[in-house]
């Protein structure tokens, strides 16, 4: 089992480099915000992963962490900054 | 038997991992992109921490992982919306 | 542990850090530059869990990957994306050859200081005895996390300082003038994606600071996923953000270098050495402190992020109130909306599509 969890780590970081030619190619910053999300889903997964494999319970809590401050990520590539006040 | 169980999901978890960003590279533009990073929240994560929480067999755990899956699903939804909803306003012009 | 497929996970690792670090620097274009280095920040959380050392990569992954990254957005700012970028990088010179070469060479002699500490590191002596010296005080140090124990105990007094620098930050934040102006109404979709995300966050930022005794976490890494939650918020287009207003917010600011001086002066007082804990008491004293400590680092992280002073600061009460837009830019405190909290999922206050 425990070989089946690092082969499954590393078949997660190949699919996280193949994110990464995104990140480092993609035409728009959209598609680098994009492939961004990607790569933090994967480094979730990945995290998961290594938590039981490494046996470090607390890697799972990195995990959350992760996933949640990737939201916060994408939510302040795409919010538009108030020019003036409105009225 | 868990553990064959648990393993299965995992692979099939990492399928869609690939496909995602397979998917990722090869798509047109942008917005057809969008549908391959869902594949990998969705499917990619849940199946993985389906496998990892029959593998762990603890209370706690299972409810940390499935909280993840559920935060991952919430949030990547969301995000998708924002980036698309961003892009589409760049191209149109404000 | 090292099986081949882990020694493959772990080059591939090394790649893709080497690889966005440099792309991060080689680009021109700002923002693009800075989603590269918000991905670099996931990728080195994977290699510190991989390193066996989670407090660090929650604070990596806290700091690192998402706040820095919503930091530099925002102060980056501008919706063009490449076309400002590279209109504001037109007119820069490029660093003359002189600039060039000393700059180059002080990054060798850093690299080369670097080698020589990892080429000394593994000669396995000394740290061991590090971690002997730890392990073999951790029952008297009031936690039974080695981090913490070495953070908030052993090493008190390089927290307290630690603590005195993000006061100064925090000044220095506030020199830079007025806070930015907020963010317009981000949609429905968001909206409801912060209404769960927030009290998740700020539920994990306690359950972060409760465990930070006995496993992986601590003031640091709750105070950053707090400050996150405040961002949410911001970033949403509340006014109410959940920063304090006027003498609470500079209470709350000084709370963590306040706290922790006091707990050090009263210990003297009792004739102990300064942040010397009684062993009975050390576990109490330390979450105390700790949990000043994670509210005065939420404060700085949120401040940073507005980017300035925020406009209620000088108020007496934290209430929002209506004040008219001024014609001339600087002393005009920007009016806060009077609906304040209460538009929930309501687009009333800007004129931005549903």
Redesign the interface.
């Known amino acids: 089992m425990s070989e089946l969890l690092a082969v499954s780590a590393l078949i997660l970081m190949f699919s996280l480099l193949l994110g990464l030619l995104r990140v480092l190619r993609g035409p728009g910053p959209g598609d680098r915000m994009l492939a961004a999300q990607l790569i933090g889903t994967s480094g979730v997964g990945i995290l998961l992963l290594l938590g039981v494999l490494l046996e470090q319970p607390a890697l799972i809590d990195v995990a959350l962490i992760l996933a949640l401050l990737a939201a916060v990520a994408a939510a302040a590539f795409t919010g538009q900054a108030r020019e003036a006040k409105h009225d | 038997m868990i553990d064959a169980v648990s393993a299965g999901l995992i692979v099939l978890g990492l399928g869609f991992y690939l496909a995602g960003s397979i998917g990722l590279l090869r798509l047109p533009d942008l917005y057809s992109r969008l549908h391959a990073l869902t594949k990998a929240d969705n499917l990619g994560l849940g199946l993985l921490t389906a496998g990892l929480a029959l593998h762990s067999q603890e209370l706690f755990t299972i409810a940390k992982l499935l909280l993840i899956w559920l935060a991952v699903l919430a949030a990547g939804a969301a995000s998708a919306h924002l980036i698309a909803r961003h892009a589409r306003r760049q191209e149109t012009g404000r | 542990?090292n099986?081949p497929?882990?020694l493959?996970?772990d080059g591939?690792?090394l790649?893709?850090i080497v690889?966005?670090a440099w792309?991060a620097l080689a680009t021109r274009d700002a923002?693009?530059s800075v989603?590269?280095f918000?991905?670099f920040g996931?990728?080195l959380?994977?290699a510190w869990?991989?390193l066996?050392a989670?407090?660090v990569?929650?604070a990596e992954?806290?700091i690192g990957?998402?706040?820095s990254?919503?930091l530099l957005?925002?102060a980056v700012?501008g919706?063009q994306?490449?076309r400002s970028g590279s209109a504001q990088n037109a007119g820069h010179a490029d660093p003359q050859p002189a600039v060039r070469w000393a700059v180059t060479l002080l990054c060798a002699g850093v690299a080369g200081i670097l080698g020589w500490a990892l080429l000394e590191s593994f000669d396995s002596s000394a740290r061991d005895t590090l971690a002997q010296a730890v392990a073999a005080n951790l029952a008297s140090s009031g936690v039974s996390n080695p981090v913490t124990a070495v953070l908030l105990n052993f090493r008190a007094y390089d927290t307290l300082l630690e603590l005195a620098v993000l006061l100064t930050a925090v000044l220095g934040i506030f020199a830079l003038g007025q806070a930015?102006?907020?963010?317009?109404f981000?949609?429905p979709?968001?909206d409801?994606?912060a209404r769960?995300?927030v009290p998740?966050?700020i539920l994990?930022a306690g359950h972060?600071l409760w465990?930070g005794a006995h496993?992986?976490?601590g003031a640091f890494?709750a105070g950053a996923?707090l400050a996150?939650a405040a961002?949410?918020l911001r970033?949403?287009g509340h006014s109410h953000i959940g920063l304090p207003a006027g003498s609470v917010l500079r209470l709350v600011m000084v709370a963590g270098v306040a706290v922790f001086l006091l707990v050090g002066v009263t210990l003297l007082a009792l004739g102990r050495p300064f942040l010397g804990y009684p062993p009975a008491w050390a576990g109490t004293l330390i979450l105390v402190i700790e949990s000043a400590a994670m509210l005065s680092i939420a404060a700085t992280l949120v401040l940073a992020f507005l980017g300035g002073r925020p406009q209620a600061l000088w108020q007496a009460t934290g209430a929002a109130e209506s004040v008219?837009?001024a014609a001339t830019a600087t002393p005009a405190a920007?009016?806060e909306d009077s609906s304040g909290a209460a538009t929930h999922g309501v687009c009333k206050?800007?004129?931005?599509r549903c």
Not at chain 3, 180 to 184: K, L, M, V
Not at chain 3, 349 to 352: A, F, K, L
Request: charged content about 10%.
């Open positions: 542990m099986t497929s882990l493959a996970f591939l690792l790649i893709s690889s966005l792309a923002r693009r989603i590269l918000m991905a996931l990728v959380a994977l869990g991989r066996l989670p407090d990569a929650l992954a806290a990957a998402g706040l990254g919503a957005l925002a700012g919706q994306g490449a930015r102006p907020g963010y317009r981000a949609g979709v968001f409801s994606l769960w995300l998740l966050l994990t972060l465990v496993a992986p976490g890494q996923t996150a961002v949410v970033l949403a008219p837009p920007l009016p206050e800007e004129q931005s």
